[in-house]
């Protein structure tokens, strides 16, 4: 079944807008942030429980925050938190 004129017009418009904000440019360092921030929010949501139980489970996590997760991953996180530091460290 083919779709309508209107849909295949529809579709093609926001796939057109969708692909003009996907063409952002980064800097290696920007990416390396962005890639680090997104682990130490998986790391905080991952062992909230067992380091980070004095901080609100809803926190969102920004480059600010990353030392402060590194440091309780090290301090209450046995090995696979240590391991965990040491990635968001590199």
Known sequence: MEP???LK????RIGRKG??????????????DMVRVREARRAF???HTQCFW?????LVAT???VPEIVRGLRQ???????????RLCR
């Open 4 to 6: 309508s004129p209107a």
């Open 9 to 12: 017009a529809y579709l093609s």
């Open 19 to 32: 692909g003009l904000r996907s063409r952002r440019q980064l800097s290696p360092e920007q990416a390396r």
């Open 45 to 47: 949501r991952t062992f």
């Open 54 to 58: 004095y901080l609100r489970p809803d």
């Open 63 to 65: 480059l600010d925050d």
């Open 76 to 86: 209450h996180g046995g090995r696979k938190g240590f391991r965990t530091a040491a």
